[in-house]
């Protein structure tokens, strides 16, 4: 059992849920973060009951600049000190790039850029201070393959894999782990919110993985102290076969194959 805490953003659904569950197996305390209260609070009174750990639960929109503040500041307050961070919350918009409001697509980049950035920055001097911290920032498969048409979310997700890494070498020496986690197609809501779930549940079945193994593998990965982790065997050959293909190709197979298309 460990008396330390995880802060788990997007953990009301998906695989930030399937992390609550994973590390409160392992006795951490937990301080879940999403927008839907009720879930949240449901999971935490279910994850406490069943392993007699802390769960407290903050409702907070990320697309709002003051909320990475606000969790690290409620945190502090409630004596809540954190030691894992997973920067899970995040979703893909299916709209076309020109057609969007730049109101929407900011919302995108506060989301899955600016507050997963600034919340490792919040919580990253505290673990300097107590030489121990764990950060797993969700990035994607999205991040090694061909770019999509009108999605910014193969652009975040390459940020998040590129920044992950640069943050490991910085922060290893000082006993903290960051892993960049890059799922492919996982069993989740992300297709539901994304209004694609009639497209995902036509690709094969060898494609996807369940939120188990993903954050299996992801937590593993962490703790040995491995900046990429590629979960599933299937994933793992796509991520390896992408890297030598010519951008130009690269740029063609993402305009033809893309099952996600948007007009
Ligand atoms: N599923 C996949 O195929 C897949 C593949 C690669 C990477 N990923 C990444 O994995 C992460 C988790 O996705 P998932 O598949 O578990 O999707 P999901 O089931 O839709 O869960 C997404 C979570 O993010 C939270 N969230 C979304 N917008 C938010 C906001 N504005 N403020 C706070 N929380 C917000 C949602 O909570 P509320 O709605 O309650 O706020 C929910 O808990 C994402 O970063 C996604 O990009 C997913």
New binding site residues.
């Given amino acids: 059992m460990s008396n330390r805490t995880a802060l788990i953003?997007?953990?009301?659904?998906?695989?930030?849920?399937t992390f609550a569950r994973h590390l409160a197996a392992e006795g951490y305390s937990l301080l879940l973060?999403?927008?839907?209260a009720d879930?949240l609070d449901a999971l935490a009174a279910e994850l406490s009951d069943e392993y007699g750990i802390r769960c407290d639960t903050f409702a907070?929109?990320?697309?709002d600049p003051a909320?990475p503040a606000a969790i690290v500041d409620h945190a502090a307050a409630q004596g809540i000190t954190i030691d894992v961070l997973i920067n899970?919350?995040?979703?893909?918009g299916k709209t076309k790039f020109a057609e969007t409001s730049w109101e929407t697509l900011a919302?995108e980049i506060q989301?899955?850029v600016t507050a997963v950035t600034e919340l490792a920055h919040r919580v990253v001097p505290g673990m300097k201070e107590r030489g121990w911290g764990r950060i797993v920032n969700?990035?994607?498969?999205?991040a090694f393959s061909p770019p999509g048409a009108s999605l910014l979310?193969t652009g975040i997700?390459s940020y998040v894999l590129n920044v992950s890494q640069s943050l490991d070498m910085e922060l290893k020496p000082h006993g903290i782990h960051v892993t960049a986690l890059?799922?492919?197609?996982?069993?989740?809501?992300?297709?539901?919110?994304m209004g694609t779930r009639g497209s995902a549940s036509r690709l094969p079945g060898i494609l996807w993985q369940d939120?188990q193994d993903v954050v299996r593998e992801g937590w593993d990965a962490v703790s040995k102290g491995r900046p990429v982790c590629v979960p599933g065997t299937v994933n793992k050959i796509v991520s390896n076969s992408m890297r030598p293909v010519p951008f130009r190709l690269q740029y063609f197979l993402g305009k033809t194959f893309n099952p996600f298309r948007n007009g």
């Fill in positions: 953003t997007g953990a009301s659904a998906g695989i930030g849920a973060v999403a927008r839907r879930r907070a929109d990320l697309t909320a899970n919350a995040g979703l893909s919302g989301l899955m969700l990035s994607s498969l999205a979310y997700k890059c799922p492919g197609f996982t069993h989740s809501e992300f297709h539901d919110v939120p």
